[in-house]
């Protein structure tokens, strides 16, 4: 399976750790949407889409089964993040 698209939309709230929210494409044929990108105190990172459980923990709905896919992913997205970043405002 291989990654087709990836789309950035940057969030401006000064406040928030949330600073982005990127869609990814697999095959061309399917989608996860509402993938958070997170400024943590050792840098950017990625959390899955999740939902909230009855006893107020949090599960992720989609997500890699193994750490190869999940760095992929990691780095396709940050990479862009940046990319996204570096464009003039409208």
């Known amino acids: 399976m291989k990654i087709t698209d990836v789309r950035v939309?940057?969030?401006k709230k000064d406040d928030s750790k949330l600073k982005g929210v990127a869609s990814v494409t697999?095959?061309?044929c399917f989608v996860v949407h509402d993938i958070k990108i997170i400024e943590g105190s050792e840098g950017y990172f990625i959390a899955m889409p999740?939902?909230?459980t009855?006893?107020?923990e949090y599960k992720d709905i989609a997500h890699p089964i193994n750490s190869d896919t999940r760095e992929e992913l990691i780095k396709i997205i940050l990479a862009a993040f940046d990319k996204e970043?570096?464009?003039p405002a409208e």
């Open 9 to 11: 939309r940057i969030v």
């Open 26 to 28: 697999f095959d061309d």
């Open 50 to 52: 999740s939902r909230k």
């Open 54 to 56: 009855a006893d107020g």
């Open 85 to 87: 970043k570096e464009k």
